[in-house]
């Protein structure tokens, strides 16, 4: 809560004014606030849990390997995690016609179904930040983020 005093002598960040991983962290705040608000609570979902729907929404079928890369999870995380997926009834996991050792993870109906809900939840969602960012910032803070990320993952290899 902003009191009188705390607006006349705000509290300085000092090196943290140029410090990328705190502003990252603040915005998180916010932005997982949002998430919870529109799509993680009324459909009990985690952040990841959405981003995993929307990758198999966005992909015809995709390899646990894919999938991993793609949500930065090691392959003991991602398990545990397709393992509560696949319990909930939200994904199915099929061998490749192609190598028998091989999985692909594909949404099931009730997936399918949950996956819809979400998406049809998520512009409400992003709406909340339209009177915090133009269209072009928002595009610029997209592509940023992405540059970080890809870089991270880049720098761990």
Do not use: C, W
Not at 31 to 59: C, I, K, W
Not at 69 to 94: F, H, K, V, Y
Not at 122 to 138: Q, Y
Request: aromatic share 2%; no cysteine; proline share 4%.
């Amino acid at each position: 809560m902003d009191t009188p005093h705390a607006k006349k002598n705000p509290v300085r960040q000092g090196v943290l004014d140029d410090v990328v991983g705190y502003h990252v962290a603040r915005a998180r705040v916010t932005t997982q606030a949002m998430f919870l608000r529109h799509v993680g609570q009324p459909l009990e979902l985690r952040p990841v849990d959405y981003s995993l729907l929307m990758l198999l929404d966005a992909n015809t079928r995709l390899t646990p390997k894919q999938l991993a890369q793609a949500l930065a999870l090691s392959a003991p995380n991602l398990t545990i995690m397709l393992d509560r997926m696949q319990e909930r009834g939200l994904i199915e996991r099929i061998r490749s016609e192609t190598d028998r050792r091989s999985q692909h993870v594909l949404l099931s109906s009730a997936g399918r179904a949950l996956t819809d809900q979400a998406l049809a939840r998520t512009p409400a969602m992003e709406a909340d930040l339209d009177g915090a960012l133009s269209r072009a910032e928002r595009a610029m803070l997209i592509e940023l983020l992405d540059k970080v990320a890809r870089h991270q993952v880049g720098a761990a290899d």
